[in-house]
């Protein structure tokens, strides 16, 4: 069984640097495309970004096109997700996700993926 675990969240200024992480147990991740989600308070879990098996594309939400980065280390089994210039409206709880087929493309649609973390909340204050 696949467990995805998060951290590297927390409280951080307007315009400060996170860089959270998503580590794998259970199963080689390196063949599976992985993605990053979140959710808000009051709202639903939302696409944040997504890698390809091979790290080598990537796609993100346009709203954090420019500041955020995904990449993966497949000899570690992690995945990492490097937040720069934080907003306020960036404050939500944080989760990886494994995509359920391998070698596929990255995707922005939550039913593709398969395994979940547990989530590490970020809070960006103002």
């Known amino acids: 069984q696949v467990q995805l675990v998060e951290s590297g969240g927390g409280l951080v200024q307007a315009g400060g640097s996170l860089r959270l992480s998503c580590a794998a147990s259970?199963?080689?991740?390196?063949?599976?495309?992985m993605g990053w989600f979140r959710q808000a308070p009051g709202k639903e879990r939302a696409f944040v970004g997504s890698?390809?098996?091979?790290?080598?594309?990537?796609d993100y939400a346009d709203s954090v096109k420019g500041r955020f980065t995904i990449s993966r280390d497949n000899a570690r089994n992690t995945v990492y997700l490097q937040m720069n210039s934080l907003k306020p409206e960036d404050t939500a709880v944080y989760y990886c996700?494994?995509?359920?087929?391998?070698?596929?493309?990255?995707?922005?649609?939550?039913?593709?993926?398969?395994?979940w973390g547990q989530g590490t909340q970020v809070t960006v204050s103002s």
């Open positions: 259970g199963r080689t991740i390196s063949r599976y495309p």
């Open positions: 890698i390809s098996w091979s790290g080598s594309s990537t």
């Open positions: 996700a494994l995509r359920r087929s391998l070698y596929s493309d990255p995707s922005s649609n939550q039913g593709d993926y398969i395994h």
